[in-house]
Nanobody, 123 residues
Framework: QVQLVESGGGSVQAGGSLRLSCVAS????????TGWYRQAPGKQRELVAA???????DYADVVKGRFTISRDSAKNTVFLQMNSLKPEDTGVYYC?????????????????WGQGTQVTVSS
């Protein structure tokens, strides 16, 4: 069974920083794309940053220059470094991974979500 577990959320003042972590555990063969999404109260979940196998990273325009996504492939971990935080960055942040995992007979590909971690930025 594959699981994604996020950590690192919390409350900070505007201008502060947080670093989110997401650890994927289980019988993982490899991870293709990983991403961080967020959902603010009353709003739809939106993509914040994505890390694509091969090293490419994509960011939402509203976080470019402030957020950085990175991976430690050996530890199946993805990070989101968030600097210069703004009140509008407040929300629940979710980790997402498109990965290949082992079954008893072969390998399969699926997408998983973490349970989310709350980020609150006060003005």
């Amino acid at each position: 069974q594959v699981q994604l577990v996020e950590s690192g959320g919390g409350s900070v003042q505007a201008g502060g920083s947080l670093r989110l972590s997401c650890v994927a555990s289980g019988s993982i063969h490899s991870i293709n794309t990983t991403g961080w999404y967020r959902q603010a109260p009353g709003k739809q979940r939106e993509l914040v940053a994505a890390s694509i196998s091969g090293g490419r990273a994509d960011y939402a325009d509203v976080v470019k220059g402030r957020f950085t996504i990175s991976r430690d492939s050996a530890k199946n971990t993805v990070f989101l470094q968030m600097n210069s935080l703004k009140p509008e960055d407040t929300g629940v942040y979710y980790c997402n991974a498109d990965l290949i995992y082992y079954t008893a007979a072969n390998v399969r590909r699926s997408t998983y979500w973490g349970q989310g971690t709350q980020v609150t930025v006060s003005s």
